[in-house]
């Protein structure tokens, strides 16, 4: 039986190693949709305000495991929103104490609530070397800023100008490159052989700049960073399935309620968390590599961080299509699940 035929297959249970839970009633309706499928997740800290110091974390924490539905397990790993003041100390006693997993950096003014974020990378390096010494990992949203350079390049420009200086300055530090979008990041990350490996999106196996603009613009394949064109979407494709222990998902799934998406400036998100494991499987399956799935989605992320694999298993069975709704509600207003442009033929269930 070749790859494309298979009709069945069985793996670990995924976890998300990029995710926006939100928080109030926003979390209370996204959380079921990734706990439903993925064992543990990478919860990002881009809250208003954003969750900084070990104690927010906490609390954070402790919000998300009170808006679980009773039948489900889920493992948030947290995360810490990295600003000019961060103490290093607080930052090592997070780690500790196992109430933080790594931490967040967001360039000023990349994204979504990242107003807080690093302007000036030397004053956050005694942090950086606190974390390199005890084996803390850093999450990067890797795009630079600068109103002068085109946002197609950001991604690029930022491996230039700030990772590979900031490598250099601080070699021990383990780095994820989060949402990979460019052919440039994989040779980057494929090139480097210690401490540095780079999540990928759902939605960027999925989509190019194309469908965004073409035939009228579509705000709900807006995210950041925004998709590029269809060869680096092609690189992507080539990074997650080949198996490279470097690779691995995180959806960035970004729920943002349709009034917010849909006006003259919309938000930056794409929210994937009901149907990516499904998505996954069509483009594993098509690219051949379906037995690959289990290494980005379940294996690839534990390695890096350090954690063992989940012990449960859930099972993608190819029948008819499955149907996801095209929305969720939420007290503040519905929220678009993402649209592949395909059907998706893989069901999921959790053993
Ligand atoms: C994210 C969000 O909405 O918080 N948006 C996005 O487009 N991915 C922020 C981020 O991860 O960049
Ligand atoms: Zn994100």
């Known amino acids: 039986m070749t790859d494309k035929n298979m009709t069945s297959l069985t793996i670990r249970r995924p976890d998300d190693w990029h995710l926006h839970l939100r928080d109030g009633a926003m979390l209370q309706a996204v959380l079921p949709e990734t706990a439903r499928h993925f064992g543990r997740a990478i919860i990002m800290p881009n809250l208003v305000p954003p969750v900084v110091t070990a104690a927010q974390a906490v609390d954070y924490r402790e919000r998300i495991m009170a808006a679980l539905p009773g039948d489900m397990t889920f493992k948030p790993l947290m995360t810490l929103y990295l600003t000019e003041e961060t103490d290093p100390d607080d930052v090592a006693a997070a780690h500790a104490s196992g109430i933080a997993t790594a931490v967040k ?68 530090l383990r780095i994820i490159m989060e949402h990979v979008t460019t052919q440039d990041a994989v040779d980057y990350v494929r090139d480097t052989h210690k401490n540095l490996a780079a999540t990928i999106t759902t939605h960027h196996l999925i989509i190019n700049r194309n469908h965004i603009l073409v035939g009228g613009i579509k705000p709900h394949f807006y995210c950041l960073p925004v998709a590029k064109r269809e060869g680096h979407r092609i690189a992507l494709v080539q990074a997650a399935v080949s198996g490279d222990k470097r690779f691995f998902l995180g959806t960035d799934s970004a729920p943002h309620t349709d009034p917010l998406k849909l006006q003259a400036c919309g938000c930056a998100g794409i929210f994937t968390a009901p149907n990516t494991m499904s998505c996954l499987a069509e483009v594993f399956n098509a690219a051949g590599a379906l037995p690959k799935l289990e290494a980005f989605a379940s294996l690839n992320g534990p390695r890096f961080y350090g954690l063992a694999p989940n012990e449960a298993t859930i099972t993608l069975t190819k029948g008819d299509p499955v149907a996801y709704p095209t929305h969720i509600d939420t007290p503040d207003g519905p929220v678009t699940v993402f649209d592949p442009g395909f059907d998706l033929h893989w069901s999921v269930t959790s053993n």
Not at 122 to 149: Q, Y
Request: net charge negative; aromatic share 6%; proline share 7%.
């Open 105 to 172: 950096l967001y360039p000023a003014g990349a994204t979504t609530n990242s107003a807080s974020g690093v302007r000036d990378f030397e004053k956050v390096r005694p942090v950086l070397e606190r974390m390199a010494d005890i084996g803390m990992p850093l999450c990067i949203h890797g795009e630079v800023t600068d109103g002068d350079i085109d946002i197609f390049d950001r991604e690029a420009v930022f491996i230039d100008k700030v990772l590979r200086p900031l490598r250099k300055k601080v070699p021990d």
